[in-house]
């Protein structure tokens, strides 16, 4: 498997990162076929051990993340952390917790 680099930056929520294939889990708790475009929770420092590195983070080595591609492979791919959790539980679609996680990313830049 090819080493991930980061792409973009990190924001409150989520990081995007280089896109690639990785096994998809659809065992989420809740919001079964939201979770099941997302792959499996991992830890940020396993994340890192198989090449995917978030850019610009501070997100420690033993927090959880899973991996959005919502283009499909070989688009834009972001690592999720629980804050998206939080926001899909007030709506469950990928595509409003996504916007709403990247409105706040821009939000931190200004």
Do not use: K
């Not at 688009?75 to 917790?97: E, K, Q, V």
């Amino acid at each position: 498997m090819e080493a991930g680099r980061a792409l973009g930056r990190r924001g409150p929520g989520f990081a995007d990162v280089e896109p690639s294939s990785y096994p998809v889990d659809a065992s989420g708790p809740r919001c079964e076929r939201v979770y099941a475009r997302h792959s499996r929770w991992l830890t940020v420092g396993q994340w890192r051990s198989i090449g995917v590195v978030p850019y610009g983070s501070s997100l420690s080595d033993q927090e959880v993340a899973t991996l959005l591609e919502p283009d499909g492979p070989n688009g834009t791919a972001y690592l999720l952390t629980g804050n998206y959790r939080a926001i899909l539980d007030y709506n469950c679609s990928n595509f409003y917790a996504l916007s709403v996680g990247l409105l706040a990313n821009a939000i931190t830049r200004r």
